[in-house]
């Protein structure tokens, strides 16, 4: 069947179109929550060497595999033993993989900080801009919430789409869960405090690396999504090699950069780092106009993922 010759593009296409459509399962049959929870019920403050907390920090890696890939392999074993048609288990799969990325979601939060901002509720938009940041928001004034509201859209363009689809792409569906888990332990366990250092030490840099070619590849796609919305791209490009030290993170500010550049706006986590020659933005369309480029972006990016496929395929016939 042409279906099955071509599974890979279905699951991917299917997806995305739940993604979209349908968005974010009930956070009771949601395979990352799961293995969030599983993760926060193994963390203990009992280990008390530094060489106990790294090895422990490899135990979660593995635990929070052993988890997902469970809910995957399991839910595959029962839908094959009752039904011996393939539409079921597709289905299946591509729900599976379409909780490893977030697309609507990240559209959608950023959104509700736009809407506040633009009923002029800073109270609100702080607690919105809370939700898909890890900095503190409650002092945060206008210009900095919607920087911090960009930058995230800007980061999870890479987190939560690309690099998922990345490790699909060559690894098929468990590539895709082992980079979620690893994603979300760094955003559970990777600081450098002195809480987490050594427990979030392998989980942070085993994530540094498996976001290392998506970023770089990301370029490729914001810019062209630049291209279509009409933004900057000459900045994009001068704000990346200008400021590629600015952030801690070897990938983070990627992304970053070429948001700010494609915007025109400076991008500022007090404290920690300021990107693009320009000032600060205090007109919340500017996040509206982050998530028009991300959507564009990841659109792109899935094309060229199908057309790789499709060629593949027709390849090796």
């Keep these: 069947m042409e279906i099955l010759e071509n599974r890979k593009i279905v ?15 009930s956070q009771k049959i949601h395979p990352v929550v799961i293995t969030g929870k599983v993760i926060s019920l ?4 009992k280990i008390k060497s530094n060489l106990s907390k790294l090895l422990f ?14 809910i ?3 839910g595959k074993k029962i839908i094959t033993l009752i039904s011996s048609s393939d539409i079921p288990l597709i289905l299946f799969e591509s729900f599976i ?29 702080r ?15 206008k210009p900095h919430i919607i920087s911090a509201s960009v930058e995230s859209v800007a980061e999870n363009t890479v987190d939560s789409f690309f ?10 569906i468990p590539g895709s869960i082992f980079y979620r888990v690893l994603n979300t332990l760094d955003a559970m366990v990777g600081y450098k405090n002195e809480k987490y250092k050594f427990i979030g030490f392998f989980p942070a840099k085993t994530d540094d690396i498996l976001n290392f070619i998506p970023a770089r590849l990301s370029i490729l796609f914001i810019l062209l999504g630049a291209i279509i919305c009409r933004y900057n791209i000459e900045d ?8 590629r030290r600015a952030t801690p993170s070897p990938n983070s500010y990627i992304p970053i950069c070429l948001f700010s550049g494609a915007l025109g706006i400076k991008l500022e986590k007090i404290g920690f780092y300021s990107i693009g020659d320009f000032v600060l933005p205090e007109n919340e369309e500017y996040i509206r106009k982050s998530n028009i480029l991300a959507l564009i972006s990841c659109i792109l990016f899935f094309l060229l993922c199908v057309a790789t496929m499709y060629m593949y395929g027709v390849m090796i016939k």
């Design 97 to 125: 993989f379409k909780t490893t990325f977030a697309l609507r979601s990240l559209i959608e939060h950023s959104n509700s900080v736009f809407i506040s901002l633009k009923e002029n509720d800073i109270v609100k938009a």
């Design 127 to 141: 607690k919105e801009a809370s939700k898909i940041v890890g900095r503190k928001t409650e002092d945060l004034d």
């Design 72 to 74: 995957y392999f399991m």
């Design 236 to 243: 994009s490009v001068k704000t990346l090699f200008k400021y």
């Design 42 to 45: 193994c963390l203990t403050e």
């Design 163 to 172: 690099s998922p689809i990345f490790f699909f792409l060559f690894f098929g």
């Design 57 to 70: 920090g490899l135990f979660l890696i593995i635990i929070g595999n052993a988890v997902f890939l469970s």
């Design 11 to 25: 699951i991917l296409t299917l997806s995305l179109i739940i993604d979209l459509t349908i968005g974010e399962p």
